[in-house]
């Protein structure tokens, strides 16, 4: 089976060619995808570098996660996709895990569930009250909503209408899955937060990441 890897990035010098490294030796059929969200920081010159080895596409505006990932998806040609963010907090070499319910026929939809005991106080509370939030709306029992390893079935993706620009992308996603029916299977997986890498996440973004799951709920798949 093979698996398209859907890499947003904007400013991530520091950890872009670290990364792809990992995904690269990650023994699995794959295709990397790189979405250069118009990074100012010398993210752009690094890609350069792999151009030969994975996919890049280039946004001339900075866009947003969702927007990105969106990019990365109409690009994307595997049996199975997933997300993964450039800043070095997830283990690749868990793909394999989280792919093999969907080899065996037993989910469609899997999610890399994070012990959150390494956040800061107050990304674990918005993590945890996001999650708790989208069980209370939607009926389901999930674990951590805003998981960035959320691997999907390509019949799961050709389905989606996917609008989040920016980190709302998050919620969205899980909402529509839910809404056409799809069980979310749930793995643990390693978690390792990194605040010295520009992280970009705030609990600002909580609100309109909140205002999409709600949204999503009162409105209609096309």
Not at 16 to 32: M, P, R, T, W, Y
Not at 64 to 87: E, S, Y
Request: proline share 4%.
């Amino acid at each position: 089976m093979k698996l398209s890897i859907l890499i947003p990035a904007y400013n991530e010098k520091e950890t872009i060619g670290e990364l792809l490294s990992i995904v690269l030796a990650v023994e699995v059929d794959k295709q990397v995808i790189v979405v250069d969200d118009c990074s100012t920081d010398g993210t752009s010159e690094q890609l350069d570098k792999w151009q030969d080895r994975v996919t890049v596409l280039r946004h001339e505006v900075n866009r947003g996660k969702g927007a990105a990932v969106r990019t990365a998806m109409a690009a994307a040609t595997g049996d199975a996709l997933i997300v993964q963010d450039a800043d070095l907090e997830y283990e690749p070499s868990e793909y394999v895990q989280l792919l093999a319910p969907i080899e065996r026929g037993e989910a469609q939809v899997v999610y890399g569930v994070r012990s959150l005991v390494e956040q800061k106080p107050v990304m674990r509370f918005g993590n945890r009250f996001m999650t708790l939030a989208t069980n209370l709306l939607y009926g389901t029992h999930l674990q951590d909503v805003e998981t960035c390893y959320k691997m999907l079935a390509r019949e799961v993706v050709e389905r989606l209408d996917l609008r989040s620009e920016r980190f709302d992308f998050e919620t969205e996603i899980t909402a529509q899955i839910v809404q056409l029916g799809y069980d979310i299977y749930q793995v643990p997986i390693s978690y390792h937060p990194r605040y010295d890498k520009g992280k970009k996440l705030t609990p600002l973004d909580g609100l309109p990441t909140l205002w999409a799951l709600i949204k999503c709920r009162f409105r209609p798949l096309r």
